[in-house]
């Protein structure tokens, strides 16, 4: 059974940076993609990015765009979401999730994920 976990939210002031990561239990057994979704209070989830099973496809979404870094580390199952220059608007919890169907593509999409983490609180005070 597949399993994420996320870790490395926590408070920080406008301007500041966090480092996200998600673990994965190692029990897939096959290649995945792997996106960072977010939801604020009262808002729809928010695709953030996404890396292909390669790291060879990341996308991010414009709101993040040159702010945020998605890498990954294959020995360690791990992915992180390096996260510069944040605002008071990122203020969200975020999600990492797993797509075993489509492996190569960094989907945007998140119903196309089947795996999701429990999420880690990230608040960005002003």
């Known amino acids: 059974q597949v399993q994420l976990v996320e870790s490395g939210g926590g408070l920080v002031q406008a301007g500041g940076s966090l480092r996200l990561a998600c673990a994965e239990s190692g029990r897939t057994y096959r290649p995945y993609a792997m996106g960072w979704f977010r939801q604020a209070p009262g808002k729809e989830r928010e695709f953030v990015g996404a890396?292909?099973?390669?790291?060879?496809?990341?996308n991010y979404s414009d709101s993040v765009k040159g702010r945020f870094t998605i890498s990954k580390d294959n020995a360690k199952n791990t992915v992180y979401l390096q996260m510069n220059s944040l605002k008071p608007k990122d203020t969200a919890v975020y999600y990492c999730?797993?797509?075993?169907?489509?492996?190569?593509?960094?989907?945007?999409?998140?119903?196309?994920?089947?795996?999701w983490g429990l999420g880690t609180q990230v608040t960005v005070s002003s």
């Open positions: 999730a797993v797509d075993i169907d489509r492996p190569w593509v960094a989907t945007v999409t998140g119903n196309d994920y089947a795996y």
């Open positions: 890396i292909n099973a390669r790291g060879r496809i990341i």
